[in-house]
């Protein structure tokens, strides 16, 4: 069975940090790619950023260039997603998403493309 488990949502004031950990279990990891994905209130699930195990490529939103970092540490099966420099518009439910194959040809990555999801943890941004 594939899990993924998200933590290390919180509340933080704007400008501040936190690291999004997504521990993975039920599928080989080296052979997946990993999505990190977010739905504000109100507003479509987007992806903001994605890493493939296979090619070892990663992808970031415009949004969220230059202030978030993905990374994997296989020997813990997990994916960070590390967000300095915080807005108040980045307050979201935050999901992992696994799916078995997908590389760079398959970004900007798309909910559809994703078939194992998280149960989400939620990011709060106070301005």
């Known amino acids: 069975e594939v899990r993924l488990v998200e933590s290390g949502g919180g509340l933080v004031q ?4 936190l690291r999004l950990s997504c521990e993975v279990s039920g599928f080989i990891f080296d052979d997946y790619a990993i999505g ?3 739905q504000a209130p109100g ?3 987007e992806g903001v950023s994605c890493i493939s195990r296979r090619d070892g490529s990663t992808y970031y939103a415009d949004s969220v260039k230059g202030r978030f970092t993905i990374s994997s540490d296989n020997a813990k099966n997990t994916v960070y997603l590390q967000m300095d420099s915080l ?7 935050y999901y992992c998403a696994g799916e078995r194959g997908l590389t760079r040809s ?3 990555p ?11 943890t ?5 301005s």
């Open 122 to 126: 939620q990011v709060t941004v106070s």
């Open 87 to 93: 807005k108040p518009e980045d307050t979201a439910v």
């Open 14 to 17: 704007a400008g501040g940090s």
């Open 36 to 38: 990190w994905f977010r």
């Open 43 to 45: 507003k479509e699930r």
């Open 110 to 120: 798309a909910q559809r493309d994703f078939g194992s999801w998280g149960k989400g």
């Open 106 to 108: 398959w970004y900007p």
